[in-house]
């Protein structure tokens, strides 16, 4: 009589042959990857197929398995390849990389104090870049996002020409280039 081990997972108990039969696992696999030390757990989890047939994956950074929906597609390999962060994931690293960026160029073009030009306002939330010219325009046709714009500030020369002003200052310089208020405005 032969001895067969069993394996319980889930609150299922079954030896390597009917694991193999449930989960559509090559039987010979499962003994391998349990002979070679891997838990019941991973040797039934592990699959060898893409993610794009599974319809799940892993992601990298919450370690959270999602639907393969939730991840961007490569577009190498016909689409069959996907991201390793979820979409979720990605935005965020996306948005905290920008804000680095943004609060290096507040930074760099406040001379270290991360205040306004004018009212010493020192939110970093309501810093902007202002154009002392009213030239803005020109920059944002040359860059497509502020991202861009800001990548560009950080890598070359400080200008002369750009300083930082809070929203509300910026927009009241804004209004006095344009003469806002004067007769030829209306």
């Not at 757990?41 to 919450?62: D, H, M, N, Q, V």
């Not at 939730?70 to 996306?94: A, M, V, W």
């Not at 309501?126 to 800001?150: E, P, S």
Request: proline share 1%.
């Amino acid at each position: 009589m032969k001895n067969y081990t069993t394996y319980s997972y889930n609150g299922i108990e079954d030896n390597v042959s009917g694991w193999s039969k449930r989960l559509g696992i090559n039987k010979e696999t499962l003994r391998r990857r349990l002979k070679s030390g891997w838990s019941i757990e991973k040797a039934l989890k592990y699959s060898t197929k893409p993610a794009y047939i599974r319809g799940f994956k892993t992601c990298s950074k919450c370690k959270i398995e999602k639907s393969i929906n939730d991840f961007h597609k490569l577009s190498r390999r016909n689409g069959t390849e996907f991201t390793s962060q979820c979409k979720e994931c990605d935005r965020k690293t996306c948005r905290s990389a920008r804000q680095s960026v943004r609060i290096e160029v507040i930074k760099k073009y406040s001379n270290n104090t991360n205040k306004c030009a004018i009212c010493q306002e020192s939110r970093i939330e309501v810093l902007d870049i202002d154009h002392i010219n009213g030239d803005g325009k020109i920059d944002r046709n040359k860059y497509a996002t502020n991202d861009l714009f800001y990548r560009y500030l950080l890598k070359n020369k400080k200008r002369k020409n750009l300083r930082v002003l809070c929203r509300n200052c910026n927009w009241i310089e804004h209004l006095k280039y344009r003469k806002w208020g004067t007769e030829g405005d209306q």
